[in-house]
């Protein structure tokens, strides 16, 4: 297939947005999509050969994923910054941070999207929007906690879609707003605790900071943990159950 200009593949983003598709623009947005691949894969492979890390992910949306999101937001397609991307989990905020200045430095022309503090509907993650092979790859870093409050919140996606949006049932988009919140401290007081350590000859008050930190940081993840195993229950039942559990919270 020929290569299209950006403009071709705008008109063709606008198109889709309309009730009724083509066949023949389904084929064009297939092929698009699939352009994405040269480009992920070198970026995968660098990234595993820096640091020695696996990153999951995919070459490229699926095309009900990309029409979807066109018609949710107000967006072109040439635009569109997460058609191919991967995804790192790293423990904590330390590794979170240092995984990010590697690839920042390791990457040309790399952009920085850093949602921890100001999450976009509950979801925090450092995400890095790479350009190789002229194609834009987005690399998600996430802490475990971010990570597990992300795959909580597609589980109950498939419940109630809008939720990851903001919409829909509002106990549920409530509960992951508490979640997020709860997860972020957790993060936080761990860093702050990891950082303290990092002083030698540290001062009784310090060492009454480190002990603070730590403590509370170990008291949120338990608190994370029996929440999320009980939500994990509730979504295995229907509707109703989860409504009753958000009850109770």
Known sequence: MAEISKTQIDRLGERLKESIISDD???????????????????????????????TGRPAKSTASIIDKLRRESIR???????????IVVPDI???????TIIKDY????????RRENPSYG?????????????IIEVQVRTSLQHLWAEISEKISDKDPMVKYGGGNKKI???????????????LNE?????LTLENNLPQELRRGFEEYHAKAISLKEQAVELCTEIRVELEKDTGGLNDFLDSI
């Open 77 to 87: 397609l040439t635009q569109m910054q997460d058609i191919a991307g991967c995804r």
């Open 123 to 135: 979801y925090r993650a450092v995400h890095l929007i790479i350009k190789c092979s002229g194609k």
């Open 191 to 195: 860093y702050k605790a990891a950082a």
């Open 173 to 187: 988009v409530a509960f992951l707003d508490r979640l997020s919140k709860l997860f972020y401290n957790t993060d």
């Open 94 to 100: 330390t590794r979170q941070d240092h995984v990010v």
């Open 107 to 114: 990457f040309d022309n790399v952009r920085v999207v850093d």
């Open 25 to 55: 623009d389904l084929r064009l947005l297939d092929n698009y999509r699939r352009s994405f691949a040269e480009g992920y894969e070198i970026t995968v492979d660098k990234i595993r050969k820096k640091l020695g890390l696996n990153p």
